[in-house]
């Protein structure tokens, strides 16, 4: 194994020890409820920047893909009454055969076209769930939560540690990809489609991967979100705010480093959690918004791009 | 010469059309690309010669027509599968991955069209001799957005040969190049096609053509007008009414 692969899992290591120990030691329950919603941005834009960064295939489904995990627990938990595991690896199953589907009807699309299919996809989806009965129609259905497994006395920082661990998956996979041969086809066929074809690279074979594991990524994120809220209605489910704040923390934070995803996460979803707190959740959208429009005009490729920049420009100084 | 004649064809074309809409690229062409073959394609602007390749790399779905290579029928084949049976090519406009350096440009083709599976370090090394073959061994490091009309022309050529192709098609690779520079990317052609490399040139250079090609083709309006050795072709009163008007 390379240095900076040890590097990387003694950091994923380190990381949920320190969340484990937080929620043996914190007695507040509202950095759970913080935290879990970060960690959740987190792992939603790490995985959305598989397809939307390393492709540059940009996915307004984001929401489509949560939503359906957070049903697909609805669904195990009131049809069989699914433990959590079950929940999430069932909503981590639909989302790759989803990923598939949406890859095979819409990635022949480029650019703004696939987009657009990407959207209506949410649309379609959230109608489907609206009439479907069973798990609630337009209405909404309540969960119970079951007792927290030991060593967690709360269910809340079970959940919490959970999406910490679906956030090191998230990024282990990604920087995996990132520094295979699967990333470096999917930039060529970034930088240039007809050009990667003629190099060899099938295209339309590495699109689909990434749209898979990236549907599939961000479905299993969904799935404990039904049990951190007790609760689950189409509107919030598939909210357009979870396409549009995944992909403007990647793009802030930068897709052409598997870093990027998750410095953007944390800043924004930071920003948000404590601008809800403080003053209101509109002012959020406005933050959000303003944030974007700074980081397209002042850094278009992003921190991570902004940092490379300058470590280049003093690199080339010192010469 | 008499010898490859009668050894059966890299590439045969057979009767192959393009229509974009009502408009007919290409009418009906038939050729025989012979293996270790310099061969010369020319004629004037829109006469098709693009539009051929893009057929032949797999860019455009033709039909009718067939395309076979060594004996195989790749006219259903996407471009990746056509670069991995060896078929490679430059396009008329480089296409760098811009996001690349120039290693990591070569190390794309190396990846997904190798034929054999092959260390990561066997892979740089074959990528260093090729640039350094193309003279780019000190441009390893650069950025493809950094290099000069020249040395892109020649990374496309690289990021062909890296691809371990029979049949290496090069669009143009000269045009708006300076004298010296059109003498150093024929050079590189003329070493390449002496290491059993088959080689399609489009070029409007003449002299180019004439120098490096054993048999020239001339497109007109998406037919073949003369085919046969370049001082033929060249005074064929067809080639020069096309070229020339009449």
Not at chain 2, 26 to 46: A, C, T
Not at chain 2, 73 to 85: A, Q
Not at chain 2, 112 to 130: G, K, L, N, P, W
Request: proline residues 4%.
């Amino acid at each position: 194994m390379k240095r900076s692969s040890i590097a990387f899992w003694i950091g994923a290591v380190v990381f949920l020890a320190a969340v484990l120990v937080m929620t043996q030691v914190v007695g507040n329950q509202y950095p759970f409820f913080a935290g879990y919603v970060i960690l959740q941005s987190i792992a939603l834009a790490v995985a959305w920047s598989i397809l939307g960064g390393y492709a540059g295939y940009v996915n307004f489904g984001t929401s489509a893909f949560y939503g359906v995990g957070v049903y697909a627990s609805v669904f195990m938990v009131s049809a069989f009454g699914a433990p959590l595991p079950v929940q999430i690896l069932t909503g981590a199953a639909i989302g790759a055969l989803m990923g598939l589907a949406l890859g095979l009807l819409t990635l022949r699309m480029q650019g703004i076209f696939f987009s657009i299919a990407t959207i209506a996809l949410t649309i379609v989806i959230e109608t489907t769930i609206t009439n479907w009965r069973y798990v609630g129609g337009a209405a909404g259905i309540q969960i119970q939560r079951p007792a927290a497994t030991s060593p967690f006395d709360n269910y809340v920082q079970m959940l919490f540690f959970v999406q910490a661990v679906l956030v090191v998956v998230a990024v282990a996979i990604s920087r995996y990809i990132q520094n295979s041969w699967v990333g470096r086809g999917l930039q060529a066929l970034r930088d240039d489609e007809l050009a990667a074809e003629c190099t060899g690279v099938p295209t339309l074979r590495l699109k689909l991967l990434a749209c898979v594991i990236s549907g599939a990524l961000m479905c299993a994120v969904g799935a404990p979100a039904a049990m951190y809220l007790q609760y689950a209605d189409p509107g919030s489910a598939f909210n357009l705010n979870y396409s549009v704040t995944t992909l403007a923390m990647a793009l802030i934070g930068g897709t052409a480093h598997w870093a990027g995803p998750i410095i953007g996460a944390i800043l924004l979803g930071t920003t948000q959690q404590l601008l809800t707190v403080t003053i209101s959740s509109e002012v959020n959208l406005l933050v959000l918004g303003l944030m974007l429009v700074l980081f397209v005009v002042g850094a278009p490729e992003g921190i991570v791009g902004l940092i490379h920049k300058l470590r280049g420009n003093r690199k080339e100084g010192k010469i | 010469m008499i010898l490859s004649e009668t050894q059966a064809p890299l590439l045969r074309i057979c009767a192959l059309t393009k229509r974009f809409g009502g408009f007919t690229a290409l009418h009906s062409v038939s050729v025989d690309i012979r293996p270790g073959e310099r061969f010369g394609l020319i004629g004037p602007n829109g006469s098709g010669k693009t539009t051929l390749i893009n057929c032949i790399s797999g860019a455009f779905r033709t039909e009718p027509g067939t395309i076979l290579f060594r004996d195989e029928d790749i006219t259903p084949l996407p471009p990746h599968l056509r670069t991995c049976r060896g078929i490679a090519r430059s396009f008329q406009i480089p296409r760098p991955f811009r996001s690349m350096t120039v290693a990591e440009n070569l190390m794309v083709a190396l990846d997904f069209a190798a034929h054999e599976h092959v260390s990561v370090a066997q892979r740089r090394d074959t990528m260093m001799s090729i640039l350094d073959q193309m003279g780019l061994g000190s441009k390893v490091n650069v950025s493809a957005t950094q290099l000069s009309q020249v040395e892109l022309r020649k990374m496309e050529l690289a990021r062909a040969m890296a691809t371990h192709p029979k049949l290496l098609i090069s669009d143009e690779a000269m045009a708006g190049l300076s004298s010296s520079e059109v003498d150093e990317v024929l050079d590189l052609l003329l070493s390449l096609a002496s290491r059993d490399i088959t080689i399609i040139m489009i070029e409007h250079i003449m002299q180019a053509v004439m120098r490096f090609s054993e048999r020239v083709m001339c497109l007109d309006a998406g037919r073949i007008i003369a085919i046969g050795a370049p001082s033929e072709v060249m005074a064929d009163k067809r080639v020069q009414e096309a070229y020339l008007g009449t």
